[in-house]
């Protein structure tokens, strides 16, 4: 069964940086498309990142780019976000997700990790 | 950016009733669309996807329609545990963009 298992999320001040983690088990992170997916409290989904099974394309979101960072380590199967100038309205639970299908595209994500919450004190 | 809109935010329905939720892209997104559920506390889970393909593991009672602009999600016969809120998403280009949600309760 694939699994993805986020950590790193917590509480920070506006202004300052986290790093999310996403490890990998049972597949080969580099041979898929891995995104990234927030949600406020209470709210729904908003897409923030993306990054194709090459590794060679990133995507991100009008509200994150120039700040936060997506990329990945294939000899720890971890995908990363490196988030700075962090803003109170990045409070959200971050989930990662891998792409269904194998290959360089960005589709669907499926599974999703259980997701870990990022607090950003004003 | 591509607007993806739900309808209805919200429903009530009881167990065994056909529910029917439709997602309208700002423009035409071709088959490029997506289907999860999520259940409090937990991380989505896809359904659907390419507008009509049901993702392994998911009940035959989830089913798919629509391409261009108008797509529906249609659970046939509701059962206890798809008490939950709905997604759908477009794959069309970047950035992607999701639906609003479509909460769906017990009546």
Redesign the interface.
Do not use: C, H, K, M
């Given at each position: 069964e694939v699994q993805l298992l986020e950590s790193g999320g917590g509480l920070v001040q506006a202004g300052g940086s986290l790093r999310l983690s996403c490890a990998a088990s049972t597949f080969t992170l580099s041979s898929y498309a891995m995104s990234w997916?927030r949600q406020a409290p209470g709210k729904?989904?908003?897409?923030v990142s993306?990054i194709s099974g090459s590794g060679v394309s990133t995507?991100y979101?009008?509200s994150v780019r120039g700040r936060f960072t997506i990329s990945r380590d294939s000899s720890k199967n971890t995908l990363y976000l490196q988030m700075n100038s962090l803003r109170a309205d990045d409070t959200a639970v971050y989930?990662c997700a891998k792409d269904?299908m194998a290959g360089t595209t960005?589709?669907?994500?499926?599974?999703?990790?259980?997701?870990t919450l990022v607090t950003v004190s004003s | 950016d591509i607007q993806m809109t739900q309808s209805p935010s919200s429903v009530s329905a009881s167990v065994g009733d056909r529910v029917i939720i439709t997602c309208r892209a700002s423009q035409g997104i071709g088959s490029w669309l997506a289907w999860y559920q999520q259940k409090p506390g937990k991380a989505p889970e896809l359904l659907i996807y390419a507008a009509s393909s049901l993702q392994s593991g998911v009940p035959s009672r989830f089913s798919g329609s629509g391409s261009g602009t108008d797509f529906t999600l249609t659970i046939s016969s509701l059962q206890p545990e798809d008490f939950a809120t709905y997604y759908c998403q477009q794959a069309n280009s970047f950035p992607y963009t999701f639906g609003q949600g479509t909460k769906l309760e017990i009546k």
């Open positions: 997916v729904g989904l908003e897409w993306s995507y979101a009008d989930f269904l960005i589709n669907w994500f499926d599974p999703w990790g259980q997701g | -």
